[in-house]
C-alpha cells in the first residue's frame, strides 16, 4: 500500500480523469489548509479564470479511504463523483454569503490553543484559560441546507466588526440558535444506545452516577455551553456543590460534583489525557486539562493544567512554553 505522499502525488495527477468530460481541461490545485487542531492537504478544480468559489475536498479523507478499501480507483470515482455533484449545486444555487448577515447568524465554539496557534494567528479569537474562542459564521448553501464556515481576519474586517462586537453578538447567537443542554450522562447514554444494548447499560451504569453532560441542543460543537456561567450555577446549586468540568471533546463537557470525583484533579487530567489519545478523533479533542466551577465565587478556574498542552502527542515547543510560563 502506497504511502502518502505517493498517494497525494498520484492523486494530482489522476483526478481530473475521472471527473466528467467538461472539466478535463481544468487544473487541480492542492495546498496545506490550516482547520482546527490539524493541517489538511486540500484539493480544489478550477476551470476557467472566472472560478471564484468551487468545492474543496481533503487528500486525507481520500487516503483513509484508500486504507479501508484497497483500491486507488474506488477512491477516485468517489471522490470525483462527490466533486462533480458539489460543482453542479453551486452552478444552480449561489451561496449565501451576504455579510451583512454576520452579525445575526455568527455564533462561537471552543478550540485548544497550543495545538491551534497557526490557525489562530489567522480568525479573531480570545483565550479562556488553555482554550480559545472563536467563531463560525452561518449560511445557507442550498435551498433546506446549510452549513458554517470559519470567520477569519479577513472576513470579519469584511464585515467591519471588532473581535468584541463578534463576541457579544456570538454570545447571543450561540445561545438563540444553539441552546445550552444539561442533561445526566446516564440519561443521555440511554438514549443514544440502541435497545438491545439499553439493559446492559442499566446493569452497569455505576460509573455514569453523578455525572452530567454539558452540551448544546445540536450536540455540535457544544463544549462552549460552559461558558455560559448562569448554566453552570444552576447545576452547581442543584448539586450543592463546586463542579469539576471534563473536556470529553469540542461537543461536551463532563461535570462532576467535586465531592463525588474519582480521584484528584490530577488523575482526572491523567484519565482525560488517556481517553483524548485512545478514544476521540484528533479534530474533536478540546484540551487535556481539568477545570473547576466554584459555585460561590462564580468562576470557572483550572483545577489542574495537564502538562501536555498539544493534543497531538507531539510536545509543544519548548520556546513557547517558556513564553507561556513567562506571562503568568
Known amino acids: 500500500m502506497m504511502d502518502y505522499e505517493v498517494f497525494k502525488s498520484i492523486v494530482k495527477g489522476k483526478f481530473l480523469s475521472y471527473m466528467p468530460p ?55 470515482w468517489a471522490a470525483a463523483e462527490g466533486y462533480a455533484m458539489g460543482l ?12 451583512g448577515h454576520l452579525k445575526d447568524n455568527v455564533v462561537m465554539c471552543l478550540v485548544n490553543t497550543e495545538q491551534n496557534r497557526e490557525f489562530l494567528a489567522g480568525v479573531p479569537s480570545r483565550e479562556f ?11 445557507e448553501a442550498i435551498p433546506g441546507g446549510a452549513g458554517s464556515i470559519t470567520v477569519s481576519n479577513e472576513i470579519a474586517e469584511m464585515a467591519g466588526m471588532t473581535e468584541e462586537e ?18 445526566p450522562m446516564r440519561e443521555l447514554m440511554l438514549e443514544l444506545l440502541p435497545d438491545e444494548m439499553k439493559s446492559m447499560f442499566m ?54 460534583p467535586a465531592g463525588m470525583a474519582e480521584g484528584d484533579p490530577s488523575e482526572l487530567a491523567e484519565l482525560v ?17 481539568v477545570y473547576c466551577y466554584d459555585k460561590d465565587a ?24 517558556q513564553e507561556d510560563r513567562g506571562q503568568r
Open 203 to 256: 446493569q452497569e451504569s455505576s460509573h455514569a452516577e453523578g455525572r452530567w453532560v454539558i452540551t448544546n441542543e445540536s450536540r455540535i460543537n457544544g463544549a462552549v455551553s460552559m461558558l455560559f456561567e448562569e448554566n453552570l450555577h444552576q447545576l452547581a446549586e442543584q448539586v450543592g456543590d463546586n463542579l469539576l468540568l471534563l473536556p470529553s471533546s469540542v461537543h461536551e463537557v463532563i461535570a462532576v
Open 129 to 139: 484559560h488553555d482554550l480559545s474562542v472563536i467563531y463560525r459564521w452561518g449560511v
Open 166 to 183: 463578534l463576541f457579544r453578538h456570538a454570545s447571543e447567537n450561540t445561545r438563540r440558535i444553539s441552546p445550552v443542554s444539561i442533561m
Open 273 to 289: 489525557h488517556g481517553i483524548n489519545m485512545d478514544m476521540v478523533e484528533l479534530e474533536e479533542r478540546l484540551s487535556n486539562s
Open 88 to 99: 453542479e449545486n453551486l452552478k444552480d444555487h449561489a451561496l449565501n454569503i451576504d455579510i
Open 22 to 76: 467538461e472539466y478535463r481541461d481544468a487544473a487541480v490545485d492542492i495546498r496545506p489548509v490550516q482547520k482546527v487542531n490539524r493541517t489538511l492537504d486540500s484539493l480544489t478544480v478550477y476551470k476557467g479564470k472566472d472560478t471564484q468559489i468551487a468545492p474543496t475536498i481533503y487528500i486525507n479523507d481520500m487516503y483513509r479511504h484508500y486504507r479501508e478499501c484497497g483500491s486507488l480507483d474506488v477512491v477516485l
Open 298 to 321: 462564580r468562576t470557572i478556574v483550572l483545577a489542574v493544567e495537564s502538562p501536555e498542552k498539544r493534543l497531538d502527542g507531539r510536545e509543544a515547543e519548548l520556546s513557547l512554553i
